[in-house]
Structure formats: structure tokens, C-alpha cells
């Protein structure tokens, strides 16, 4: 079982940045081979894809919506994953999911490839 518990959400005016974390616990990450990927879910809306990172950072996939202005990035050996947003939009306004895929090194950017999710936090951005 892997644990996650995302931080760093807050409320911001258009153009900010936050930095969203993604601790995870259960398994070490340096030692097992999984994707990590960031979703969100906007009130009335379905989760959505923003960003996957594969096991040594070497790969990442990131929405058309968020490319350019989010970056993601993990340090295994803090057993924690990154989402460092800038030029934040209302739109960018949902709660953000953190999630593990423990059958994969690879990242995927469908929900349902992933195992483990976190509580999420919430990301607000006014205009």
C-alpha cells in the first residue's frame, strides 16, 4: 500500500504560483519503479489529466492546458513529488490529486492507470 498526502494549495490571484507537494509513504520511491501523476477536478467537472512524471524523472507528460506554465519534478529520495505551478488562471481552479501507479515505471495520463491517490488539495485562483 502506498500512502499520499498532498500540500502547498492555497488561494492566490491570477498570475501567482504554488507549489504543490506529493509525500508519499508505504513505499520507498527510489526503490519502487512507479509513475506519479497530478489530476484535478473542477466543481461540476471530471477529473482531468495535469501532469506524469515516470520513476527517474526522465519522462514527463503534461496537459495542452498546463504545458509552459506548470512543471512537475520528484526527489526520490524525499519520497516526495512536485507540481511547481506559475502563471496560475481561474480555470487552473480545482481541487489537485496527487496518484501512484504501482505497475509501472512509465507515466500514464489516464485515471484509471493509477493505484493509489491522495486526499487532494484545494487551489483556488481569483482574477
Known amino acids: 500500500q502506498v500512502q499520499l498526502v498532498e500540500s502547498g494549495g492555497g488561494s492566490v490571484q491570477a498570475g501567482g504560483s504554488l507549489r504543490l507537494s506529493c509525500a508519499a509513504s508505504g513505499r520507498t520511491l527510489s526503490t519502487y519503479a512507479m509513475a506519479m501523476g497530478w489530476f484535478r477536478q473542477a466543481p461540476g467537472k471530471e477529473r482531468e489529466f495535469v501532469a506524469a512524471i515516470s520513476w527517474l524523472g526522465k519522462t514527463i507528460h503534461y496537459a495542452d492546458s498546463v504545458k509552459g506554465r506548470f512543471t512537475c519534478f520528484r526527489d526520490n529520495a524525499k519520497n516526495t513529488v512536485y507540481l511547481q505551478m506559475n502563471s496560475l488562471k481561474p480555470e487552473d481552479t480545482a481541487v489537485y490529486y496527487c496518484?501512484?501507479?504501482?505497475?509501472?515505471?512509465?507515466?500514464?495520463?489516464?485515471?484509471?492507470?493509477?493505484?493509489?491517490w491522495g486526499q487532494g488539495t484545494q487551489v483556488t485562483v481569483s482574477s
Open positions: 496518484a501512484a501507479d504501482e505497475s509501472r515505471a512509465r507515466p500514464g495520463t489516464l485515471s484509471q492507470e493509477y493505484d493509489f
